[in-house]
């Protein structure tokens, strides 16, 4: 991830929290951290900036209970965000479409029948879509973090799990954690030159 996207996770996590605590609900940090699926140190750190460039206020209640609410500064700065992310994840959704569409094809064109998908978060939705577009059949979805949830028809299992399954390609399906799966699969003795991310014809080590 280069510092471009670095920038526009961390003003999308900004966005996300102003987004969770809009209805002035109480809500702990430790549940907007379950929420967002982010630590509760990251969410301490955000609130603190919410609340020192005057976007949030925190309110208290009984038992040690707080409620963040936005100022009408950070109301407008919530749909100043809004805006900004909507325009970039549209950009975003066709550039990451358009890829792995490219590299699926490819990989058709090569002869290969089946992939693993390796990672999972909005992308590999955008993966799916792609994938369907050829007639590459996807064996397994691997995630260490989201092992046991369901992703369409498929369970999603461990990578190490995920392996045994069969020499397939894997396709990293997750560009935020793309370099630190790309390390765990070499660690766990794929080849390299199995290892595909959308917009990158092989991974070579």
């Known amino acids: 991830m280069n510092d471009n996207d670095e920038k526009v996770l961390d003003t999308y996590r900004a966005f996300q929290l ?3 605590i809009a209805n002035e609900e109480p809500v702990s ?8 699926g982010i630590a ?3 969410v301490n750190s955000y609130m603190k900036n919410l609340v020192a460039k005057g976007y949030v206020r925190v309110k208290n209640f009984p038992s040690n209970r707080y ?3 936005l100022t009408p500064q950070g109301v407008a700065e919530k749909s100043r965000l809004a805006y900004q992310h ?3 994840f549209t950009n975003l959704y066709k550039i990451t479409r358009d890829d792995y569409v490219s590299l699926f094809q490819t990989l058709q064109r090569d002869g290969v029948k089946k992939v693993a998908f390796c990672g999972v978060d909005e992308v590999t939705e ?14 397994v979805v691997m995630d260490d973090e989201k092992r046991g949830e369901k992703f369409f028809d498929k369970t ?9 399954s069969g020499k397939h390609r894997v396709v990293i399906t ?25 917009g990158v014809r092989g991974l070579e080590g």
Request: avoid cysteine; aromatic fraction near 6%; proline fraction near 3%.
């Open 67 to 69: 409620a963040y609410l």
């Open 126 to 139: 955008i993966a799916y879509l792609s994938l369907r577009e050829t007639a590459i059949e996807l064996s």
């Open 18 to 20: 102003m987004a969770e």
């Open 29 to 36: 940090q430790r549940e907007l951290a379950r929420r967002l």
């Open 174 to 198: 997750s560009l935020k954690k793309g370099a630190a799966l790309r390390e765990r699969l070499v660690q766990l003795g794929v080849d390299p030159q199995t290892i595909y991310m959308a």
């Open 40 to 42: 509760l140190g990251l």
């Open 86 to 88: 909507l325009s970039y």
């Open 156 to 164: 999603i299992v461990p990578i190490a799990i995920g392996l045994l």
